[in-house]
């Protein structure tokens, strides 16, 4: 007789259990796939990444070896870093703070900040250095849309660019306020990006002629 009323409850259980799994998938539906940001420098995106910039064969390759190699070379870094801000915080709140641990932990996390920032810095450079021209502009535009986020990380694109990273179509007309300073509207010496309207020169203005001397 208890081996039926355990197999009632064990019923009952697996019936309460579904109905909780279901309410939690009504009311928490999965993130459509089209509304997760776009980070370019993320390893599902970097094929897409290299689609964007029109690269094949060898250099498609060797530009996505060094992406890579950025993501090997800072994972232990961008880890260590979450650690320190840990430990950090657990001083600052604890009853006694101990300052020279403190110290120590901000020392580290400004040491490893700027270890991070320089591998993101050197892949950069190497990779605008392997690119072929066009294929170099279309990154410098890339990285001028990008929002800063953590350190040793490219960053992301706004939502006005998922669509053309993910697929390809048209991109929207790129503002000026996310343009490189020597590529901004007004700025001297230099060509507009591919695809852009030419900056208005400003106008001429002419002195006033001189009065004429007193009599």
């Known amino acids: 007789m208890k081996q039926w009323w355990l197999a009632i409850a064990l019923v009952l259980s697996i019936g309460t259990n579904i109905g909780v799994l279901t309410m939690l998938a ?18 599902g995106q970097l094929h897409l990444l290299a689609d964007r910039l029109g690269l094949q064969a060898e250099v498609r390759q060797r ?21 320190i801000r840990l430990a950090l915080r657990a001083e600052l709140i604890s009853a006694r703070p101990n300052r020279e641990r403190i110290e120590l932990l901000t020392r ?8 991070l920032e320089r591998m993101l810095t050197d892949c ?26 953590g350190p040793g990380t490219l960053g992301r694109l706004p939502p006005a660019f ?4 993910r697929t390809g ?13 020597e590529q901004a509207p007004g700025a001297t010496g230099t060509a507009p990006l591919p695809g852009s309207a030419p900056s208005a020169a400003p106008p001429r203005t002419t002195a006033p002629p001189a009065a004429p001397p007193p009599p």
Do not use: C
């Open 108 to 115: 580290e996390a400004a040491d490893t900040f700027m270890q």
């Open 63 to 83: 530009f996505l070896e060094r992406q890579r190699r950025l993501l090997r070379e800072t994972g232990v870094p961008r880890k260590r870093i979450g650690e």
């Open 26 to 43: 009504i009311f928490h539906p999965r993130p459509n796939p089209q509304q997760q940001p776009v980070r370019p420098g993320n390893p």
């Open 169 to 181: 179509a048209p991109p929207p007309p790129l503002p000026p306020e996310v343009l490189p300073s």
């Open 162 to 165: 998922w669509r053309w990273f």
């Open 124 to 149: 950069v450079l190497e990779t605008r250095a392997l690119l072929p021209p066009e294929a170099e502009t279309r990154y410098v535009e890339l990285l001028s849309h990008l929002k800063i986020e």
